[in-house]
């Protein structure tokens, strides 16, 4: 669904510029992932799909449960033992079944791709066009709503939302930067960028496990080596007080997913032209709630 585009006058002020924040925590499922697994799910379901499969255990599957539920199409989620019980309520919510299997998602994902055949469909949380084209339409209601993005500000993880957003803005011939942010633990396309190659990161660690990818999609990094994408880390610690303030400043509970992005804006790590439009993708999260964020605090504490 269309989200809120809202100017920031705490971000903006403290950054002097114009920071527009695309609001996609405001979806139903709490994260941009409405647009692209619905993107892909309404794709498939017009091809005959008749059952969806997914193995993630986060936002992913979440909407993958919803759009199953929408378009009447039972779904599967298999999720790891480490998935938390609010994630797997919301699955349930939407009457997917949801089977919790294995210590890793390897193992789960090994699970759930045994159940796939030519009627029940595989749904990858980020590595198909169809993801990416559900996600470009993001900039076409900030054109829409009368903004030109100078910049853009998003996390990444396997890199649906950087694909998506460079697809959308070259749909309407913009050519700006776009700075991917990615914590310290999670740096699988910083890491490559640096490499100049697409490598896969030994381990992910850290809080922001919703970007807890090891390796970013080919096209992800064939975006960062071909067009102008700026790479930026953030400590756990900066996403998560990011989290705070912008529960503080904007009432909006994000994951710290969200929080590295906005952490490049409350620690003021870009300096942009007084003019300039910067475009933040506030991707969301449903993996949170008000306990685990302070549960985080004191595991950083420690
Ligand atoms: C999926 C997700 C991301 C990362 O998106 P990718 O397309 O995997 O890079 C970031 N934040 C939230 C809240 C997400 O759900």
Known sequence: ?????????????????????KMESAQVTGSFKERSIGQVCQK???????????????NAGISVAYMGNMLKIPVTVVVPK?????AIDLMQQENAEVIVHGDSWVDANDLALSFVNSEAIYIHPFDHPYLWEGVAKIIDEVIED?????AVIL?????????GISQGLKNHGLDVPIYAVETQGTASLN???????????DQVTGIATTLAAKQVCANAFHISQS??????TVSDQEALSACFNFLDDHRTLVEPACGATLSVLYDQKIDFEPTANVLVIVC?????????LLQFVEDLAV
């Open 227 to 232: 067009e102008h994408v700026v790479g930026l």
């Open 44 to 58: 498939y379901a017009q091809q005959g799909a008749k059952k969806f499969i997914s193995s993630s255990g986060g």
């Open 191 to 201: 890491t490559a960028m640096k490499a100049k190659q697409h490598i896969q990161l």
């Open 146 to 150: 009368g903004v030109q993005p100078d």
């Open 155 to 163: 996390s990444v993880g396997g890199g649906s939302l950087l694909s």
């Open 82 to 86: 480490t998935t938390s019980q609010q």
């Open 1 to 21: 669904m269309k989200t809120p585009l809202i100017r920031s006058k705490k971000l903006s002020d403290l950054n002097s510029c114009n920071i527009w924040l």
């Open 284 to 292: 969301g999260g449903a993996s949170i709630g008000l306990q685990k």
